[in-house]
């Protein structure tokens, strides 16, 4: 067969390790694979090129993404769908495998379940871990580590100035980030969008670590956190993309302020952004990568259509996408036992 490779949405580490392993279990099955640039976008556009062992030598360790990415939607064009058929037709693709989150994957299901169907099937890759069944997505271990690394060089500068440090991570729908990184670096604080925070709550648990004779306090918040009663989440632009999402950021800017002047503490921010998808993907990162990358392809010769490969409990295996196409909050009983730090 002749498969489409593409990755979409947001980049994140270890996307090339899937790449590669795609291409040296489809390359040894007999398959051809066309990797296909700037996600759907280069479906329509007939940008593409050939992938063979020798391209996909190397980038193991490699982050972002060989092939580009976008946040096209056909489904959203004007004549996209059409479009996108005939990209496929012109590029003489059998079949579609997506690299991406919810909004990329979204495109696969919705293209396998046309009239005259694509073949298409599906690897979760987010950092923010939220596609529904499956314990990691590609991204998430690599952009923990960045967060918790980040939050341990906080704790020290925190200390030496006492203040209040507060950390801005990635989270839109799903803390997971958030949670975890708070966890891991010993956070004072976590708000994720979960469970919406009462700002006067948070100010009331610092100043009751300072009366205890603490003298710095770290806070953890997602991005798409919001405080009881507001009803839109923090936004740097009403602009939506796509898929109908607006830029999230500025959360932690307002409790930099608000905490200010609850506590009347020195507060500082520091929004992590989109350090969190850079650098080199961790061992783990990879070697989920490499299963899925080889998982898939087997999926592909059983025909296995509109299907997600998935890690559960330590076991790789297949989830049908409309299954996968919901947000995975965090583990609420976690988030209940982190308040044990608080």
Not at 94 to 104: L, M, Q, R, S
Not at 237 to 252: A, E, Q, R, Y
Request: aromatic share 4%; with cysteine; glycine share 12%.
């Amino acid at each position: 067969m002749k498969i489409g490779l593409l990755t979409g949405g947001g980049d994140s580490p270890a996307t090339n390790a899937a790449i590669r392993a795609v291409v040296k279990r489809a390359e040894r099955d007999g398959h051809e694979i066309i990797g296909i640039k700037k996600g759907w976008a280069g479906v329509i556009n007939k940008e593409a090129e050939k992938l063979t062992r020798d391209n996909v030598s190397g980038i193991i360790n490699k982050g972002g993404t060989i092939l580009g990415t976008s946040r096209t939607n056909p489904f959203k064009m004007d004549n996209g769908i059409e479009l996108a058929i005939d990209g496929v037709k012109s590029l003489g693709i059998d079949a579609i495998c997506a690299i991406g989150g919810d909004d990329t994957l979204g495109v696969a299901h919705k293209l396998n379940n046309l009239e005259n169907p694509i073949h298409a099937v599906g690897i979760p890759q987010t950092i923010d871990n939220d596609i529904a069944g499956t314990d990691y997505a590609i991204g998430f271990d690599s952009a923990l580590a960045i967060a918790t690394d980040a939050i341990d060089k906080l704790h020290t500068t925190a200390e030496s100035h006492r203040r209040v440090m507060i950390v801005e991570v990635m989270g839109r729908d799903a803390g997971h980030i958030a949670l975890e990184a708070g966890l891991a670096g010993g956070a004072d604080v976590i708000l994720v969008p979960d469970e919406d925070f009462d700002v006067k709550e948070v100010g009331e648990r610092i100043k009751k670590r300072t009366d205890r004779g603490k003298t710095f306090s770290i806070v953890v918040v997602a991005e798409g956190a919001k405080p009881i009663g507001v009803e839109d989440q923090v936004v740097k632009s009403g602009k939506k993309d796509m898929f109908g999402h607006v830029m999230l950021g500025g959360i932690g800017e307002y409790l930099n302020k608000e905490l200010a002047d609850l506590t009347h503490l020195e507060t500082r921010v520091t929004n992590l952004g989109h350090l969190q998808r850079g650098g080199a993907p961790t061992p783990f990162d990879r070697l989920v990568a490499t299963r899925f990358g080889l998982r898939i392809v087997e999926m592909i010769n059983e025909g296995k259509w509109d299907y997600m490969v998935c890690l559960k409990g330590g076991k790789v295996t297949e989830i049908p996408l409309e299954d996968a196409l919901k947000t995975k909050p965090v583990d609420l009983d976690l988030l209940e036992l982190s308040k044990v730090f608080y």
